[in-house]
């Protein structure tokens, strides 16, 4: 059994969320060095903003509990969940192999955006179980903006947004 740093409420080993007030029971990451991902990740800063087409964008999706990533590239929206069998309409990332049916993210999950100023956000698209940002559940159809580092729970597939920005007029 694992306690709550906030409540104190005893959970199961391997839980990420207290059940009783919702804090994370996982340790997030302090730093991304030990990625190793080539140029660094630059925190977003008012240098890229407003430069319409100005700067290109590389997202990657840390996925905490495998030590895994997940590239997606430039400007775009992306949904994210798992596949299922006679599925009509599929996610563009599939999180079926890193056992999103277990960890409760549904067939059309979320959605992440990458706007021209580089600026990203997550929207819930109605799941079943609810996504988070920093332990906080975001509310559905509301697009929620992210920030380089922040921890994202899917259900309970957590992962860590990092963005590395780069600026296509140097």
Not at 18 to 28: D, F, I, K, N, R
Not at 101 to 110: D, I, P, T
Not at 135 to 163: E, R
Request: glycine fraction near 10%; charge should be negative; aromatic fraction near 6%.
């Amino acid at each position: 059994m694992i306690r709550c740093p906030v409540c104190n409420h005893e959970e199961y080993e391997g839980a990420l969320y207290c059940s009783e007030c919702g804090a994370p029971l996982y340790q997030v990451p302090t730093t991304t060095q030990n990625l190793k991902v080539e140029g660094g990740w630059p925190p977003m800063d008012s240098s890229y903003r407003g430069k319409a087409n100005a700067v290109e964008s590389q997202v990657v999706l840390f996925l905490v509990e495998s030590g895994q990533r997940v590239f997606l590239d430039g400007q775009g929206e992306w949904t994210l969940g798992r596949l299922a069998s006679g599925q009509a309409v599929v996610p563009d990332i599939d999180l079926t192999s890193y056992h999103a049916y277990e960890q409760g993210v549904s067939r059309l999950h979320a959605s992440l955006r990458v706007d021209e100023q580089g600026r990203i956000a997550i929207t819930d698209l109605g799941s079943s179980n609810g996504t988070r940002v920093n332990g906080i559940k975001i509310l559905p159809n509301t697009p929620h903006p992210l920030q380089h580092g922040d921890m994202v729970a899917l259900g309970k597939l957590v992962f860590q947004v990092l963005v590395q920005l780069i600026n296509k007029e140097e």
